[in-house]
């Protein structure tokens, strides 16, 4: 089976999903926060692993033959569910627009986490090296990513972003 099939469930879940409930939301989350320095390269990085995730499955199949296949799919399946609900609390902002509901109370950053989890289930169906290369090096640059953001959120919200950002773990 092609491993492409893994992906149609972020895509339909990212942008139709997320499009259906809220449009402003997901203009939001296609919104990236003004960046310096090595920011700027961390997001070329971002783009171009992100790129890659989302295409290099097209030429990759999905091992079934071993215990693999069962925690693939138990940490895709994990990676799915938080997709899902990170999107819908997303999709739903305070009236201050800051999202502080749902996985947004354990995490200020639960999308960039259930990516992280959906393709290491994805590495994981896959058994693939090069992939889960890919994905670190995503995960990586989405850090500076974030780092940036924060610096934006506590410019844009101020005291609140700031006492919510003392309250709630950057990832988990």
Same mark, same amino acid.
């Given at each position: 089976?092609?491993?492409?099939?893994?992906?149609?469930?972020?895509?339909?879940?990212?942008?139709?999903?997320? #499009?259906?409930?809220?449009?402003?939301?997901?203009?939001?989350?296609?919104?990236?926060?003004?960046?310096?320095?090595?920011?700027?390269?961390?997001?070329?990085?971002?783009?171009? =692993?992100?790129?890659?995730?989302?295409?290099?499955?097209?030429?990759?199949?999905?091992? %079934?033959? =071993?215990?693999? *296949?069962?925690?693939?799919?138990?940490?895709? #399946? *994990?990676?799915?569910?938080?997709?899902?609900?990170?999107?819908?609390? !997303?999709?739903?902002?305070?009236?201050? #627009?800051?999202?502080?509901?749902?996985?947004?109370?354990?995490?200020?950053?639960?999308?960039?986490?259930?990516?992280?989890?959906? !393709?290491?289930?994805?590495?994981?169906? %896959?058994?693939?090296? *090069?992939?889960?290369?890919?994905?670190?090096?995503?995960?990586?640059?989405?850090?500076?990513?974030?780092?940036? +953001?924060? $610096?934006?959120?506590?410019?844009?919200? #101020?005291? +609140?972003?700031?006492?919510? $950002?003392?309250?709630?773990?950057?990832?988990?």
């Amino acid at each position: 089976m092609n491993a492409f099939l893994t992906v149609i469930p972020l895509i339909l879940i990212r942008f139709v999903l997320l #499009g259906l409930l809220n449009k402003e939301a997901l203009k939001r989350a296609a919104h990236f926060a003004p960046m310096y320095g090595k920011e700027k390269a961390a997001l070329w990085i971002y783009e171009i =692993s992100n790129i890659l995730i989302l295409v290099y499955p097209c030429f990759l199949k999905i091992k %079934t033959d =071993s215990y693999w *296949l069962y925690l693939g799919l138990a940490i895709y #399946g *994990l990676g799915v569910l938080l997709c899902l609900v990170s999107v819908l609390n !997303f999709a739903e902002p305070g009236e201050n #627009g800051i999202n502080q509901k749902g996985l947004y109370q354990i995490s200020r950053n639960p999308m960039y986490v259930a990516y992280f989890v959906y !393709f290491l289930g994805c590495c994981l169906l %896959t058994r693939s090296l *090069l992939l889960l290369s890919i994905v670190i090096v995503f995960q990586i640059s989405a850090h500076w990513i974030i780092l940036s +953001e924060e $610096r934006w959120c506590a410019g844009e919200f #101020g005291q +609140e972003y700031i006492n919510y $950002r003392k309250k709630v773990r950057r990832y988990i």
